[in-house]
């Protein structure tokens, strides 16, 4: 029987669905000899936030087929998978509104000064209510980092706060063009008019060669005194030295960050020594609802392949003159 290997636990409908089709084995850890060892007879890999190697790969003989739970490829070896003719599939849509609403909540966080008054009344200093002034978002401007998505949703639940909407898309096609005047949103031919004009910098981009520490000194320099950075996408497209310096000499008013260059930090981490951030541990898409989807859309696209049915979000897309 065909057998599945899960780098990690997924919601049980997931399984449910792959064991219609295939024999689910659950890992023990998501170190690279454990995973090679433990899914040897595997034809298919379903990860999280496991990383899968050239050497993963190449040690697989069996292997045709990995799957992503969520959107984000980054710790996938698309370029051995893809001379190894294995297919790799994902599920883009399943958990866009749950990072969506996560940027909303940073935005909304930052702005009044949340989880810092949380800090201070809990300390029985009442009187921050009159020091720290907070910032009202109606009126403002909030800058998207791409456009993809989740920009997309983020966009329409901002239009009920009376905001401008600007948009920075480097691969921005005319369907882009169109889904961003239809949701009220202006799209920009540069990301430096994004830093110079927007109260709000929200990132949503993945990590590549090309965007890694794409927002670095230079950039935040360019950004308001009184301005934001949101970063729910994927650590390392800021520079992690840059932004604390930036904060530190408060070159910008704060920055939420639900992802990092190493994770998970380290609690030595610098950025954690200012008040004017706000952290979470990656978990923008760790709803109950985003769960489930994500388990069943990834299972789904590989019960697709052993169906002998193309699976509907295929990310190396190439791999089909191969098959």
Known sequence: MTKVFLTEAINPRGIELLRTK?????????????????????????????????????????????????????????????????????????????????????????????????????????????????????????????????????????????????????????????AAAENGTVMVDSAEEIYQQSDFVSIHIPLTEETRNMISGKELSMMKPNAFLINVARGGIVDEEALYDALKDRKIAGAALDVFEKEPPGVENPLFELENLVVSPHNAALTHEAMIAMAVDSSQGIVDFFLEQQPGNIVNREILQKI
């Open 22 to 178: 295939a024999e689910v084995i659950l890992g023990t850890d998501t170190n690279p000899d454990t995973i090679i060892k433990e899914a040897q007879e595997c034809e298919a890999i379903l990860i999280r936030s496991a990383k899968i190697s050239r050497e993963i790969i190449e040690k697989l003989p069996k292997l045709r087929i990995i799957a992503k739970h969520g959107i984000g490829t980054d710790n996938i070896d698309l370029g051995a998978a893809t001379e190894k003719g294995v297919m790799v599939v994902n599920a883009p849509e399943a958990n866009i509104n749950s990072v969506a609403e996560h940027a909303l909540a940073m935005i909304m966080t930052v702005s009044k000064n949340m989880l810092f008054l949380d800090k201070k009344v809990r300390k029985g200093e009442f009187g921050a209510r009159n020091k720290y002034l907070c910032t009202e978002v109606k009126g403002k401007t909030v800058g998207l980092i791409g456009y993809g998505r989740i920009s997309r949703i983020l966009a329409g639940k901002l239009k009920a706060l009376d905001v401008k909407i600007l948009a920075y898309d480097a691969f921005a096609g005319e369907d882009v063009k169109k």
